[in-house]
C-alpha cells in the first residue's frame, strides 16, 4: 500500500465517526464491497466507488468547501477514486498569477488519483515558455495523467514526462496511455482523450491530438489484453458537443468495451447518470456504458456508484451531484487558501491598460425606463466589439457578435479600467463560442431578444457588427423590421434570410440560455464551436488594445416604435 493511500485510509478512519451526520448526502449509494478475507477472492459482483469533476478553470474561492465534500463520500467509502476529467487551466485570476500551481496544491491536498487534459491546459504553448506550466503541473502532481489521444512527442517540455507502456503500478508526475488500478482485489483499467479540437480553440504548438475513436479502441484492447474487464474513460470530449470533432456519446456508441466516462468539455449538469445501450447503428450493445458529468467551477462533485457482474458489465449503478456550496469550509483548505487569495486581491486592482473616458452605465428599470435588458448602451456595446474582435482572431468568417443583457452586471467606473472592474462587470466567467446561423434564424433570435420590449428581458441582446429595427407594439414573433450587416468598409447590407452567417456569442447563450431555443437547435446540430476563451478576459484584452475606452450608443438597436 502506498502512502497516499495509507494517508487516505488513516483520514478515512479518523473522519468516519465525526461526520455520521454527513452521510445523508449520499446515502442513496451502495457502500463499496469490503474485503473479509485475506485469502484472495473473486466475488460474482464488483462496486467501484468514483469522484469527479471537471472543468474547474482555476474557481478556488470555493475549494475549502469542495475539500469538506470530497473528505465526507471518502469518510464513508474509503475506497473511492477521485478523478478530474481536464481544464484545471484558465479562467481566473488564480491561474493567470500561479499557472496551475495554486489548483495543483489543492488537488495534492484532496488526494486525487487520475487526471486526463483538457483543451486549456494548451492555452500557453505560443508563449516563449511553452508548455513549461503545463510540465510544472504534471511534476509536482501527488498523481498520474491518463492520456491515450495526445502525442507529446514533438514538445520538448512534455515528451519525457510520457510513457508509451501501461505499467504494472503508474507512477505519479507520470502520463500514460492507460493506468490500471487494483480495487478491492479487482483490476480496473482507465483511460483517456482530449478533444481534437484542442488544436483550433487552444495553441497546443508542437503537440498533436489523434482520432478519439481510432485511440480508445486501441487503449481498450491494449486493456483487455492485460485481463481487465472493466474500464473507465476519463475524457474531454463533451457530453454532446459538436459531433464533427468528438463526444461522449458518439465514443460510447462507437467503442465497445468502456463501462464508464467520466467527462468533461461541456459543462453539462448531469444530475443522474445517463446510459448509452445502442451502437452505432442504433442496435443494442452487449453491454451498456454510463456517462457522467459535474457541470463547473467545482460546484458540484459527482459521485458514482458502478456494479459490476464476474465479466465486468455494468449491472446497476446510481450516481448524483453532490452541492458543494452546501458543505462547511475545510479548516486546512482555508488557512492554505490564504496565501494565494491575498495576492488575488492585490491583482483585482491591477489597471488593464484601458482608461474610460466617462462612466459606462449598467441602467436597470423594471417597467419601460432606460435598461441593459431592454435597450442598447454603450457598455453593451463595448462588449460586443470586444467579443467581435476576439472571434475574429480565431475565426476571420466571424461577422456579428451577440451579448444577453442578463449577463451584464455591473458598471464601469470612469478612469482606470481595472482587472476588478471587468470581473464584476462579467463575473460568470461564460466562454466564447461562434455558431452558424441562417439570416432567418438570426431574425428568430432578435424577435426573442425583444419579445419583452419595453419591459426587461435577461435575453436580450446587444449586438455587434450588424444593426436592427424593430416595433415594440407589434405582436410578439412580429416585431423584427429590419436587419442589417456591417460590411468591412463600415456600410451595411440587409441581412439575406436564405444565407448563412457565422456569429460569435457565449456558450451559454449558444446552448439555448434565456430561452434561445433557436440556438439550442444549432447546438445540438453540431454547428456550434466553442472557442473556450473567458469572457471577462476577453474585455479585458479588448479595452487594454483601445487604450482609450469611449463607446457611444449609435442606433444599433432601435424601437421604431418610439421615434
Same mark, same amino acid.
Given at each position: 500500500m502506498s502512502v497516499k493511500q495509507s494517508f487516505k485510509r488513516l483520514l478515512a478512519?479518523?473522519? =468516519?465517526?465525526?461526520?455520521?451526520?454527513?452521510?445523508?448526502?449520499?446515502?442513496?449509494? @451502495?457502500?463499496?464491497?469490503?474485503?473479509? $478475507? !485475506?485469502?484472495?477472492? $473473486?466475488? &460474482?459482483? #464488483?462496486?467501484?466507488?468514483?469522484?469527479?469533476?471537471?472543468?474547474t478553470h482555476a474557481h478556488?474561492?470555493?475549494? /475549502?468547501?469542495?475539500?469538506? @465534500?470530497?473528505?465526507?463520500? &471518502?469518510?464513508?467509502?474509503?475506497? =473511492?477514486?477521485?478523478?478530474? =476529467?481536464?481544464?484545471?487551466?484558465?479562467?481566473?485570476? +488564480?491561474?493567470?498569477?500561479?499557472?496551475?500551481?495554486?489548483?495543483?496544491?489543492?488537488?495534492?491536498?484532496?488526494? +486525487?488519483?487520475?487526471?486526463?487534459?483538457?483543451? $486549456?491546459?494548451?492555452?500557453?504553448?505560443?508563449? %516563449?515558455?511553452?508548455?513549461?506550466?503545463?510540465?510544472?503541473?504534471? !511534476?509536482? =502532481?501527488? #498523481?498520474? #495523467?491518463?492520456?491515450?489521444?495526445?502525442? #507529446?512527442?514533438?514538445?520538448?517540455?512534455?515528451?519525457?514526462?510520457t510513457n508509451k507502456r501501461i505499467p504494472i503500478k503508474a507512477k505519479d508526475s507520470n502520463i500514460y496511455p492507460a493506468v490500471i488500478k487494483r480495487v478491492n482485489h479487482e483490476r480496473v483499467g482507465f483511460i483517456g482523450l482530449t478533444t481534437e479540437e484542442t488544436?483550433?480553440?487552444?495553441?497546443?504548438?508542437?503537440?498533436?491530438?489523434?482520432?478519439?475513436?481510432?485511440?480508445?479502441?486501441? /487503449?481498450?484492447?491494449?486493456?483487455? &489484453?492485460? *485481463?481487465?474487464?472493466?474500464?473507465?474513460a476519463i475524457t474531454h470530449l463533451g457530453y454532446d458537443d459538436n459531433p464533427q470533432y468528438d463526444n461522449d456519446l458518439e465514443l460510447a456508441k462507437h467503442v465497445d468495451g468502456i463501462d464508464v466516462i467520466v467527462g468533461g468539455h461541456s459543462h453539462t449538469t448531469l444530475a443522474e447518470p445517463v446510459i448509452v445501450d445502442k451502437d452505432e447503428n442504433d442496435k443494442q450493445k452487449d453491454a451498456s456504458t454510463v456517462i457522467v458529468q459535474a457541470y463547473q467551477y467545482g460546484d458540484f462533485l459527482g459521485t458514482l456508484d458502478v456494479q459490476f457482474n464476474k465479466k465486468g458489465q455494468v449491472i446497476g449503478q446510481t450516481g448524483k451531484l453532490i452541492e458543494v456550496k452546501t458543505k462547511t469550509d475545510d479548516p486546512e483548505a482555508t488557512e492554505l487558501l490564504k496565501k494565494y487569495s491575498s495576492k488575488i486581491e492585490e491583482l483585482k486592482n491591477t489597471p488593464t491598460g484601458g482608461e474610460a473616458v466617462n462612466a459606462l452605465e449598467n441602467p436597470r428599470s423594471s417597467t419601460d425606463g432606460p435598461s441593459v435588458r431592454s435597450n442598447e448602451t454603450e457598455l453593451g456595446n463595448l462588449i460586443t466589439d470586444g467579443m467581435l474582435d476576439k472571434a475574429k482572431e480565431l475565426n476571420p468568417n466571424v461577422e456579428i457578435a451577440l451579448q444577453n443583457g442578463g449577463g451584464i452586471r455591473a458598471p464601469i467606473d470612469a478612469g482606470p479600467?481595472?482587472?476588478?472592474?471587468?470581473?464584476?462587470?462579467? %463575473?460568470?466567467?461564460?466562454?466564447?463560442?461562434?455558431?452558424?446561423?441562417?439570416?432567418?434564424?438570426?431574425?428568430?433570435?432578435?424577435?426573442?431578444?425583444?419579445?419583452?420590449?419595453?419591459?426587461?428581458?435577461? *435575453?436580450?441582446? $446587444?449586438?455587434? *457588427?450588424? !444593426?436592427?429595427?424593430?416595433?415594440?407594439?407589434? /405582436?410578439?414573433?412580429?416585431?423584427?423590421?429590419?436587419?442589417?450587416?456591417?460590411? %468591412?468598409d463600415g456600410s451595411y447590407t440587409t441581412i439575406d434570410t436564405a444565407k448563412e452567417y457565422v456569429i460569435a456569442t457565449n456558450a451559454f447563450t449558444a446552448k439555448g440560455g434565456d430561452g434561445f431555443t433557436v440556438f439550442k437547435t444549432a447546438y445540438e446540430q453540431g454547428r456550434v464551436t466553442d472557442l473556450g476563451l473567458s469572457d471577462w478576459e476577453n474585455l479585458r484584452d479588448y479595452v487594454a488594445k483601445l487604450k482609450t475606452v469611449d463607446p457611444k450608443v449609435e442606433g444599433r438597436i432601435v424601437d421604431v416604435a418610439k421615434k
Open positions: 478512519s479518523s473522519l =468516519a465517526v465525526g461526520l455520521l451526520s454527513s452521510q445523508i448526502a449520499t446515502a442513496s449509494y @451502495a457502500a463499496p464491497q469490503q474485503e473479509t $478475507h !485475506k485469502k484472495k477472492h $473473486h466475488p &460474482r459482483t #464488483f462496486n467501484l466507488s468514483l469522484m469527479h469533476t471537471n472543468d478556488l474561492d470555493n475549494v /475549502a468547501k469542495r475539500i469538506t @465534500a470530497i473528505k465526507e463520500v &471518502r469518510a464513508e467509502k474509503p475506497d =473511492a477514486l477521485l478523478l478530474d =476529467a481536464g481544464d484545471v487551466f484558465s479562467g481566473t485570476l +488564480y491561474f493567470n498569477e500561479f499557472k496551475g500551481q495554486a489548483d495543483l496544491e489543492f488537488m495534492n491536498l484532496a488526494g +486525487y488519483d487520475l487526471m486526463t487534459f483538457g483543451n $486549456h491546459e494548451f492555452d500557453l504553448g505560443s508563449s %516563449p515558455e511553452g508548455h513549461q506550466a503545463l510540465a510544472n503541473f504534471v !511534476k509536482k =502532481a501527488d #498523481f498520474p #495523467f491518463v492520456s491515450s489521444n495526445v502525442d #507529446f512527442s514533438e514538445d520538448a517540455n512534455m515528451k519525457e514526462l488544436a483550433d480553440i487552444a495553441s497546443p504548438e508542437n503537440v498533436k491530438f489523434n482520432n478519439y475513436i481510432e485511440s480508445a479502441q486501441k /487503449a481498450v484492447k491494449s486493456l483487455e &489484453r492485460r *485481463g481487465v474487464n472493466k474500464i473507465v479600467i481595472t482587472y476588478g472592474d471587468v470581473l464584476t462587470t462579467l %463575473p460568470f466567467g461564460n466562454t466564447l463560442a461562434t455558431m452558424k446561423l441562417t439570416g432567418a434564424e438570426i431574425k428568430t433570435a432578435l424577435e426573442h431578444s425583444v419579445s419583452q420590449s419595453p419591459k426587461e428581458s435577461g *435575453g436580450f441582446l $446587444h449586438v455587434s *457588427g450588424m !444593426k436592427f429595427t424593430y416595433d415594440s407594439t407589434k /405582436a410578439v414573433g412580429s416585431r423584427v423590421v429590419s436587419m442589417e450587416v456591417k460590411n %468591412p
